[in-house]
C-alpha cells in the first residue's frame, strides 16, 4: 500500500495531476464568469462520452490521432528537440495515405500497409526537413516546424486540387475499398462508431516507443544526445545523425496518425481552411505524458474524452464547445510554468515526508 | 489596361494587408529583443481582434465614428494584459518559453470565442460592426495621380503602423531604455551587474509585445473584415513572426518583409483577376512567406542571427 501511495505522491506524476486539475478549475471559474454550473457542466461532458455505445467508441476515435501525434512530439523531445512540427507531419500523412489509397488497386493485405508506409514515410521526411536544417545549419526547429505546418497545409491543398479533387468538388475520390482500415464488426458493436485498426497500431507505435528507446543501442544515444549533446559528441556519437534520425521517428508518427484519419475514418481527404489541430493537441499530450509513451497514452485518453465530451457540455448546460480549450490551454500553461503548481505541491510533499518518518 | 492603375492598386491593398504584420512583428521585436520568445504574436493578435471588436460593438450606437477607437485602444490594453502570464511563466517562473507561447496561442482560440458566443447568444461570430475605420485621404497628396491613391489614401491604423515603425527604431536604438532592452536580450548577466533590472525589462517588453500584436489584431476586425470570427487573424500572427525573424530583428527590416508579405497577399487578388491561377496555384503564394522564412532562417537567403540570450530564463544564481 505505501508502495502505491509512493507512486502517487512522485513529483513526476504530482504536477501533471495537479496541473490538470488547475485547468479544470481555471475552465470552472470561466463558466461561473459566463453564468453556466461548472458542476452540471462537466457532469454532461462525462454521461456524452460514456453515455452510448456510439458516443464511446467516437471518444476511441479521438483518442487515437491523439497519441500518435503525442507520440511524435514526445519522441522529439527525448533527444532534445521540440516538434512543434506534428501538425504538419499528420497533414502530410494524411495527403500520402491519400494518394495511394485513391490511386492504387491493390489486394487489401498490401494496399493497407502500403498506405499507411506512405503516411509514415511523408511525415518522417516532413520532420526530418527541420531535423536536417537543425543538424546541418544550426536553425532552430521550432520555427522551422511551425513554418512547415503551414507549408504543409497549403501543399496539401494544392495537391489535392491538382490530382485528386473532381472539378467542381471540396473533397477528393473516396480510397479504394482495400485500402480501408476501418473494422466493419467493431464498428458495428459501437453502433457504426469509426473505430479502426489505428487505434491498435497506435499502441503498438507506443510500445514501440519503449523498446526503440531504452532497450536498443540507438535508443540509448537518441535519450544521450537529448541529455547532453556536448558529452555525446565527446564519447563519440553523431549528434546530427541523432537530430535527424529522432525528427525522422517522430514524424512517422504523426504521419501514421494522419494516414489512419483517412484511411479508418473519412475514406477521402477535404481542403482545409485551418489546421487540423491534432498535432498542436500533440504537444498538450506529451507534455501532461511527461514524454513516457505511457503517460502519452494516458494523457491522450484524458484529452479525448475533454474534446469529444464538450459537446455534451453544450447540449446539458448550454456552455460553449471553446471552453474546453480553454482547459487545455491552462493545462499546457501550468505544465510550462510549473513552478507555480509546485506552490501547490509542495504542502503533498511535505506532509509524506514528516508521515515517512 | 492601364499599368498604372494596377500597380497603384497593387501598392494601395499592399499598405492593408501589411498593416497588421507590422504591427504584430514590431511587438515581437521588443518581447525577443529582451530575450523573450514570443511565438504567442498569433495568440495576442486574436485576443486584439476579439476585443476591438466587441468594445466598437458596445459603443456604436453612443460614439458612433470615435467608437472603433475605442475598440482599438481598448484592444491595446487587452492585449497587454492577456500577454501578462506569458512574462509571469517566462520570466518569474522560468517556464519553457515556446510552450508558455503555444499556451497562450490555445487560450486565445478558446477563450475569444467562448466570449463570442456568450456575447452574441451563441452565434461564434461578432455581428457585422456598423462603425469600423474608414480610409483618410491626406489632403492634397491624394490628388497627386496614381501615387495619390496608392499611399496617400490609407486608413488611420496604416499611418499609425508607419509611425510606429520609426519611433521603435528611435526607442530601441537611440535611448538608454532601448540599450537597456537590448543589453538584457544579449547578455543579462552583465545588465544585471552594472544595474539593470533585467525582470522588470522583459516584464515591460512582453507587456508592449501583447499591446502592439493586439493593435495589429484589432486592425484586421476593424478594417478588413468588420467583424471578429474564429479565422478572423487565421495565421497572420506567424507571418508576423517571420517577418521579425526575416526582417533580422530591426523594425525597419521588419517592416519591409512585412510590407513583403504584403505584396503576396495583394498580388493573390491580382493573380485571380487575370486569370494566372492556371500558371501560378494560389496555394503557392500562400506559402510563399513561410518558405521564404525557411531559406533565410537557413542562410541560404543572407544569415539572421538572434538576441543572444533569446529563449534562456534569466537565473540571478547562475554562472
Known sequence: MNKVIAVFTKESFLVPLVAIILGLLTGAVAMLAGGFNPVKAYVALLEKVFGSAYNFGE????????????????????????????????????????????????????????AIIAGAVAGGLWGSIAGYLKAARGVNEVITSIMLNWVALYFANWVMNAFFI??????????????????????????????????????LAAIFFYVILWKTKSGYELRAVGLNPHASEYAGMNVNRNVVKAM????????????????????????????????????????????????VVLAAILFGILTFGSAGMKFGAGVPVELIRVVIASVIFFVAAHGIVKIFVKPILKKKKEGGN | MDWGLILSNLVHDTIVFSTALIFASLGGLYSERSGVVNIALEGMMIIGA????????????????????????????????????????????????????????????????????IIFNGAGQTTTLSQV???????????????????????????????????????????PFGLRLRAVGEHPRAADTVGINVKKMRYTAVMISGALAALGGATISLTTTSNFSHNT???????????????????????????????????????????????????FIFMLPYVLTILVMAGFVGRSSAPAALGKPYDTGSR
Open chain 1, 59 to 114: 471518444t476511441i476515435r479521438q483518442i487515437t490521432p491523439l497519441i500518435f501525434t503525442g507520440l511524435a512530439v514526445a519522441f522529439a523531445f527525448r533527444t532534445g528537440l521540440f516538434n512543434i512540427g506534428a501538425e504538419g507531419q499528420f497533414i502530410v500523412g494524411m495527403v500520402a495515405s491519400t494518394a495511394v489509397g485513391v490511386s492504387f488497386d491493390l489486394p487489401a493485405y498490401i494496399h493497407a500497409p502500403l
Open chain 1, 166 to 203: 473532381p472539378a467542381g468538388q471540396q473533397r477528393s475520390e473516396m480510397i479504394q475499398d482495400s485500402a480501408v482500415i476501418t473494422i466493419s464488426w467493431l464498428s458495428a458493436m459501437f453502433d457504426s462508431a469509426r473505430l479502426h485498426w489505428g487505434t491498435l497500431i497506435a499502441i
Open chain 1, 248 to 295: 525522422f521517428i517522430g514524424g512517422m508518427f504523426a504521419g501514421i496518425g494522419g494516414a489512419c484519419e483517412i484511411l479508418g475514418v473519412f475514406h477521402y481527404q477535404a481542403i482545409m481552411t485551418s489546421q487540423p489541430g491534432y498535432g498542436f493537441d500533440g504537444i498538450a499530450v506529451a507534455l501532461i505524458g511527461g514524454n513516457t509513451p505511457l503517460g
Open chain 2, 50 to 117: 476579439f476585443t476591438g471588436a466587441v468594445m466598437t460593438y458596445a459603443f456604436q450606437d453612443s460614439l458612433g465614428s470615435l467608437a472603433p477607437w475605442v475598440g482599438f485602444i481598448a484592444a491595446g490594453i487587452g492585449g497587454a494584459i492577456f500577454a501578462l502570464p506569458h512574462a509571469v511563466a517566462s520570466v518569474s517562473f522560468k517556464a519553457d518559453q515556446t510552450v508558455s507561447g503555444v499556451a497562450l496561442n490555445f487560450l486565445a482560440a478558446g477563450l475569444s470565442v467562448y466570449l463570442t458566443k
Open chain 2, 133 to 175: 475605420f474608414s480610409k483618410w485621404s491626406i489632403p492634397g497628396l491624394h490628388d497627386i495621380p496614381y501615387l495619390g491613391h496608392a499611399i496617400f489614401e490609407a486608413y488611420p491604423t496604416s499611418y499609425i503602423a508607419f509611425i510606429l515603425v520609426f519611433l521603435t527604431w528611435f526607442l530601441v536604438f537611440k535611448t
Open chain 2, 233 to 283: 487573424v487565421s495565421g497572420q500572427g506567424f507571418i508576423a513572426i517571420a517577418a521579425l525573424i526575416f526582417g533580422k530583428w530591426h523594425p525597419a527590416g521588419a517592416m519591409g518583409a512585412a510590407l513583403f508579405f504584403g505584396v503576396a497577399q495583394a498580388i493573390k487578388s491580382l493573380v485571380q483577376i487575370f486569370g494566372l491561377t492556371q500558371y501560378v496555384p494560389t496555394e
